[in-house]
């Protein structure tokens, strides 16, 4: 069975500062990573994704994550916090590849934007 | 483009009253459809997922249901209400032979 770690429920960084939230996984078999966000009273909306080949994946709004094979983890960043990033940030894990295999979700990461 | 809705966004009713909640996604077929409910304070919870009409896989013992009577229709329901039951609801779906899942924008349900 597969599992997901967020360490830290809640983050705060000042504006213009890195941010840093962490992911581990348990999987049996090299899994598919995403990262989402979800703004208050909203769904959530897909940051990035690791599938295969390059780890360091890209996602929208300036954040990238890394997968790293060796450590398990999965952990995503963003040079510069900007106040719009404020929002819960969820880590989840897909340990079969393809075929719409159900996810599962870290219990999130609330990260606080201060001026 | 896909799109998915949620109706309705907010909804509040009293304990022992039924429940009904609908998810629609348009702009795809046969895709994997899913329902999450994410209490206060906590993470998704995984309540039922679906590959296809009328296939129904329920993750968690409650007294929920659900129905797929359409390819991109998904409901929600429950005969009795509990307090237990409030909560922001999610309806999620995935393309067919991807993994990455898109969600609506949720319905928040008080059972007062």
């Known amino acids: 069975a597969q599992s997901v770690t967020q360490l830290g429920s809640h983050v705060s960084v000042s504006e213009g500062a890195l941010v840093l939230l962490r992911c581990n996984y348990s999987?049996?078999?090299?899994?598919?990573l995403f990262w989402y966000v979800q703004y208050p009273n909203q769904g959530l909306q897909l940051l990035l994704k690791y599938t295969t080949g390059a780890t360091l994946v890209k996602g929208i709004n300036g954040f990238e994550a890394e997968f790293k094979k060796s450590e398990t983890s999965f952990h995503l960043t963003k040079p510069s916090a900007h106040m719009s990033d404020a929002a819960e940030y969820f880590c989840a894990v897909s340990p079969l590849r393809g075929g719409g295999n159900k996810l599962t979700f870290g219990t999130g990461t609330q990260l606080k934007v201060e001026l | 483009s896909q799109t998915i809705h949620q109706w309705p966004a907010t909804l509040v009713q009293p304990v022992g009253s039924p429940l009904s909640l609908e998810c629609t996604v348009e702009g795809t077929s046969n895709p994997n459809l899913y329902w999450y409910r994410q209490a206060a304070g906590r993470g998704l919870q995984l309540l039922f997922y679906?590959?296809?009409?009328?296939?129904i896989s329920s993750e968690v013992p409650q007294n929920l249901s659900a129905s797929r009577p359409q390819d991109r229709q998904f409901i929600l329901s429950s005969k009795k209400l509990l307090l237990s039951d409030s909560g922001f609801y999610l309806c999620a779906w995935t393309p067919t032979a991807r993994d990455e899942q898109y969600f609506g924008p949720g319905t928040r349900l008080t059972v007062t």
């Open positions: 999987s049996s078999v090299p899994p598919y």
């Open positions: 679906s590959v296809g009409i009328g296939q």
